[in-house]
């Protein structure tokens, strides 16, 4: 298995852009999270869907973030628009049942 | 709800020592713990996991003990190396609420020759 992938690993952007990052769990993995990780705020949960229903999306910092899980393969998420307090490593992660969840290696974004 | 309290960092040691980093939970019901390490520049893998109260679960020389009398699990290793240097997370999952992933603030280790 490939693991959870996620796109791009590097992203820098202008401030005001639209920011686009991309997720695949784990094939047969039910659950889903993206998470952000800054020096100042350690890893903070923003969403998580479960059967690609989102359960929790209390994290999510303000309406200029978005999050979708079309199907079972697939997830985005969005921000619109970036600002600089925005940059951060974006994590997906995935699991099925109670069992670990599995990481992505993140997405390093920069708004500048 | 649940939670999880973990050492605050960062901790530095000479290589060969002994590790400890403390984590205490908060949760209903009998939930599975969990040790993931995050090297630098990487995400955050599984190190260890126990499901059940006095599980031990073991990796790499590490090890840790579900005790649900104290609510903790700690995590141990008897002699560290340099290679060990990272930030480790101590996380709760919970069937009674979603089975959402709960993480603790991560500790910073840094070993050194």
């Known amino acids: 298995d490939a693991g959870v992938i996620q796109s791009p690993r590097h992203e820098v952007t202008e401030m005001g852009q639209e920011v686009t990052l991309r997720c695949k769990p784990i094939?047969?993995?039910?659950?889903l999270f993206w998470y952000r990780q800054t020096m100042m705020r350690g890893l903070e949960l923003l969403i998580y869907?479960?059967?690609?229903?989102?359960?929790?999306d209390s994290g999510m910092p303000e309406d200029r973030f978005s999050a979708k899980m079309p199907n079972a393969s697939f997830s985005t998420l969005k921000i619109q628009p970036s600002e600089p307090r925005d940059s951060a490593v974006y994590f997906c992660?995935?699991?099925?049942?109670?069992?670990?969840?599995?990481f992505g290696q993140g997405t390093r974004l920069t708004v500048v | 709800g649940n939670s999880v309290t973990q050492m605050e960092g960062p901790v530095t040691l000479s290589e060969e020592a002994f590790l400890t980093i403390n984590c205490t939970y908060t949760a209903t019901g009998y939930p599975s713990l969990f040790w993931y390490v995050q090297y630098p520049g990487e995400g955050l893998q599984l190190l260890l996991k126990?499901?059940?109260?006095?599980d031990k679960g073991s990796n790499k020389g590490f090890e840790a003990t579900y005790r649900k009398e104290t609510t903790s699990f700690h995590l141990e290793k008897g002699s560290v190396q340099v290679s060990d240097s990272a930030v480790y997370f101590c996380?709760?999952?919970?069937?009674?609420?979603?089975?959402?992933?709960?993480f603790g603030t991560g500790t910073s280790l840094t070993v050194i020759p």
């Open positions: 869907f479960n059967n690609n229903v989102p359960i929790d």
């Open positions: 992660a995935s699991r099925t049942g109670v069992t670990e969840a599995f």
């Open positions: 094939s047969g993995h039910n659950s």
């Open positions: 996380a709760l999952a919970n069937s009674n609420t979603g089975n959402q992933f709960y």
């Open positions: 126990a499901t059940k109260a006095d």
